[in-house]
């Protein structure tokens, strides 16, 4: 009689124990899982979808593919569509050249809707201003996640003596027709 209770205490705990480590292990697998798609996924510093300036070279790499060409700070990337300028590998700068696709003029609404990816997900408008002389369109933004990202350069100070994080999206070409070629996010308030 002692050894059937012995017996049956045992597969009980044998049941339980196996049923706990099944559950521990599929937890783990789940995890493993988790992590590895994080892994290989870049996050952008600036919340950006597809990068921005403050973010790294890998977020671009990431999301443009191979770099077309790469110099010592300027890589361009889709046939020279998107060029970036690094600094201590963070991107200062972002140019769309719309002239090297299939469609080499846009309209602002365009213009905004295609580099949407591209604005940091923080970002506020906080002014706009024609410059008429150069045929452009300048766009202030704000974001403290640019600001965070820069802070990280040893040497450089990309704003100056302008309120950090303060970044301008330019629109090149012809902004009284309403027709762009190409478009710039730089640091600063100012072209």
């Given at each position: 009689?002692?050894?059937?209770?012995?017996?049956?205490?045992?597969?009980?705990?044998?049941?339980?124990?196996?049923?706990?480590?099944?559950?521990s292990s599929e937890e783990t697998a789940a995890e493993e899982?988790?992590?590895?798609?994080?892994?290989?996924?870049?996050?952008?510093?600036?919340?950006?979808?597809?990068?921005?300036?403050?973010?790294?070279?890998?977020?671009?790499?990431?999301?443009?593919?191979?770099?077309?060409?790469?110099?010592?700070?300027?890589?361009?990337?889709?046939?020279?569509?998107?060029?970036?300028?690094?600094?201590?590998?963070?991107?200062?700068?972002?140019?769309?050249?719309?002239?090297?696709?299939?469609?080499?003029?846009?309209?602002?609404?365009?213009?905004?809707?295609?580099?949407?990816g591209m604005i940091p997900e923080d970002a506020v408008k906080?002014?706009?201003?024609?410059?008429?002389?150069?045929?452009?369109?300048?766009?202030?933004?704000?974001?403290?996640?640019?600001?965070?990202?820069?802070?990280?350069?040893?040497?450089?100070?990309?704003?100056?003596?302008?309120?950090?994080g303060t970044f301008i999206l330019i629109l090149e070409g012809?902004?009284?027709?309403?027709?762009?070629?190409?478009?710039?996010?730089?640091?600063?308030?100012?072209?």
């Open positions: 009689m002692m050894k059937k209770k012995w017996l049956t205490f045992g597969l009980s705990a044998l049941v339980l124990l196996t049923a706990c480590g099944d559950n899982r988790e992590s590895e798609e994080t892994s290989s996924f870049q996050v952008s510093e600036t919340g950006s979808e597809t990068g921005s300036i403050g973010d790294g070279k890998e977020v671009f790499d990431e999301n443009y593919g191979e770099p077309t060409q790469e110099g010592d700070t300027l890589t361009s990337y889709q046939d020279d569509y998107i060029l970036v300028s690094f600094l201590e590998g963070i991107a200062n700068s972002v140019t769309a050249q719309f002239e090297m696709t299939d469609e080499p003029r846009r309209t602002e609404s365009e213009v905004l809707e295609e580099l949407s906080v002014d706009a201003y024609e410059e008429p002389d150069y045929f452009r369109k300048v766009l202030v933004y704000q974001s403290d996640l640019v600001a965070d990202s820069f802070e990280k350069l040893e040497d450089y100070d990309p704003f100056r003596e302008e309120e950090a012809e902004p009284e027709d309403d027709s762009y070629f190409g478009a710039l996010i730089a640091p600063g308030h100012h072209p």
